[in-house]
């Protein structure tokens, strides 16, 4: 009956700590397995957030390519402005002197009609004596 005794405590001993164990061995891989979620959860995330900025990126080259050729463009512009400029401002300094060529012909021309009156009435004045 000893020997009864002591089987059946050894059974129990063993069938508790197979119990505990698989207790034990079930709690770790429940962490095991939410650890895994939580890193899984992450990783999507990541690559979620890997994909917004990739996209924020692609607008952004985009948008400075577009910024660029629009930056080109306006200095195309001012550079045609200024030789436009450059050109008006020779024309101007060219009507500028013809100007001054047609006062001085105009001021000649005054006083040599002022001579020709003097003359005309000096030859009516002897045509009348």
Known sequence: MKT???VVIAVVVVALL???A???IA???ARRAER????ET???????ETEARSLRAHEAAESAEAHQTRAGEHRERAERFRREAEREDELAVQEAREAEEAAA????????A??????AQEAEERLGR
């Open 4 to 6: 009864v005794v002591i």
């Open 18 to 20: 197979a119990y505990v």
């Open 22 to 24: 698989a207790r034990a």
């Open 27 to 29: 709690r770790q891989r």
């Open 36 to 39: 895994r979620a939580r890193l």
């Open 42 to 48: 992450e990783a999507r995330g990541h690559r979620q």
């Open 105 to 112: 012909l105009s001021e000649r021309s005054r006083a040599a």
């Open 114 to 119: 002022a001579r020709h009156d003097a003359r």
